[in-house]
């Protein structure tokens, strides 16, 4: 009896930790992931439109071939189902309000641009940091209750980045740190773009191959219209 009292006590702790942790934002995003979308809004233009939200997952126990074995790798959350992020589709012009909940708890050799974040609304970036239960021993030091707007990270504790290019021109880029919750919003003009992620985070002596250069893992389309 006493346990299951301190087991409901430890899941209501674990709720309430992730609520103040992610906050609002995350969740308001989680429910307009299941709201109707609507692609096509003509002339209206985007200060009429309400925000899209786009949710993604990182995660790294899977399994890329028994040859090279796990892998990390983006996975688009949309109502509560993990979909390959080979190609995302997004409206143009529109406000795009970005949630990327990271389970990795590693960081990777990254150029230290990447560490900048880039192409954002207000040149910024929110993270939540150490939303992973028990990783409070995470390098960067933000509080485990607190989100923290930045221009930039520190270049030791990215373990991915999210990077969409133009042609070779970059046009976004979020850095992600270990163990945690990163929030942005940008717009995009009607185009095909490309994304990857900077961090060598993959196979082979450069770290740039496996999830690396494989679309729907570490790299992938950006389709805008
Ligand atoms: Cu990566």
């Given at each position: 009896?006493?346990?299951?009292?301190?087991?409901?006590?430890?899941?209501?702790?674990?709720?309430?930790?992730?609520?103040?942790?992610?906050?609002?934002?995350?969740?308001?995003?989680?429910?307009?992931?299941?709201?109707?979308i609507?692609?096509?809004?003509?002339?209206?233009?985007?200060?009429?439109?309400?925000?899209?939200?786009?949710?993604?997952?990182?995660?790294?126990?899977?399994?890329?071939?028994?040859?090279?074995?796990?892998?990390?790798?983006?996975?688009?959350?949309?109502?509560?189902?993990?979909?390959?992020?080979?190609?995302?589709?997004?409206?143009?012009?529109?406000?795009?309000?970005?949630?990327?909940?990271?389970?990795?708890?590693?960081?990777?050799?990254?150029?230290?641009?990447?560490?900048?974040?880039?192409?954002?609304?207000?040149?910024?970036?929110?993270?939540y940091?150490?939303?992973?239960?028990?990783?409070?021993?995470?390098?960067?030091?933000?509080?485990?209750?607190?989100?923290?707007?930045?221009?930039?990270?520190?270049?030791?504790?990215?373990?991915?980045?999210?990077?969409v290019?133009?042609?070779?021109?970059?046009v976004?880029?979020?850095?992600?740190?270990?163990?945690?919750?990163?929030?942005?919003?940008?717009?995009?003009?009607s185009?095909?773009?490309?994304?990857?992620?900077?961090?060598?985070c993959?196979?082979?002596?450069?770290?740039?191959?496996?999830?690396?250069?494989?679309?729907?893992?570490?790299?992938?389309?950006?389709?805008?219209?």
């Amino acid at each position: 009896m006493k346990s299951n009292i301190s087991n409901a006590l430890a899941v209501a702790a674990v709720v309430a930790i992730i609520a103040v942790g992610i906050g609002t934002g995350l969740f308001a995003g989680y429910f307009m992931t299941n709201a109707p979308i609507e692609h096509s809004q003509g002339n209206t233009g985007p200060a009429s439109a309400a925000p899209y939200s786009l949710v993604m997952v990182i995660t790294t126990n899977n399994i890329y071939n028994s040859t090279v074995g796990a892998q990390p790798a983006f996975f688009l959350l949309n109502n509560g189902t993990l979909e390959s992020t080979s190609n995302i589709s997004l409206p143009a012009n529109r406000q795009i309000d970005l949630t990327i909940i990271n389970y990795d708890d590693g960081n990777g050799s990254v150029a230290s641009i990447y560490a900048n974040v880039t192409g954002t609304l207000n040149g910024k970036e929110t993270i939540y940091n150490n939303t992973n239960i028990n990783s409070t021993n995470s390098g960067s030091q933000i509080a485990v209750n607190g989100s923290q707007q930045v221009a930039s990270v520190n270049p030791n504790i990215i373990a991915h980045t999210f990077t969409v290019f133009n042609g070779s021109k970059e046009v976004l880029n979020i850095p992600i740190v270990e163990s945690s919750v990163i929030q942005a919003s940008f717009t995009l003009a009607s185009g095909t773009y490309s994304w990857q992620c900077e961090v060598a985070c993959g196979t082979g002596s450069s770290g740039w191959e496996g999830a690396m250069n494989t679309n729907g893992w570490m790299a992938g389309t950006v389709s805008v219209h």
